[in-house]
């Protein structure tokens, strides 16, 4: 599963101005990326039956920044199995695409744009308190 936020443009051109732009994106990365997981969180509990026992919901982890080709991200996913031995990623892809036997209850690309503008928020904070 893979997610894109927008609006970084600008957050990436002042980046460039300085020395270590790949240590300060990853700080604001890394500070913002526990708001996009308590989301999903959320939106995963809001359509979860009330018999569920909370183990996908507690598998939301987010992933330290890393830089690949495109810039510095984070993975927000769930990570492990379950008491039953079911992969916590499997259930989540059941829960986002649906199955023969339940229907898509997506909350990913929700959950992105809930968060989006406090991440954005949160990412600029971190940023100034870095470039001082």
Known sequence: ?????????????????????DEIAAKAVDAAAPVLAGTVKDLIKATTSADSTGELVESIKPTEARMNGYGCFAA?????????????????GYKEYGTSKQPAKPVLKKAVKKSEKECLEIMQKAFEEVTK
Do not use: C, Q
């Open 1 to 21: 599963m893979s997610l894109k936020m927008t609006g970084f443009n600008l957050f990436e051109e002042e980046l460039k101005k300085y020395e270590n732009p």
């Open 76 to 92: 927000v996913r769930p990570v492990g199995t379950d008491s039953k031995g079911v992969r916590n990623a499997e259930k989540m």
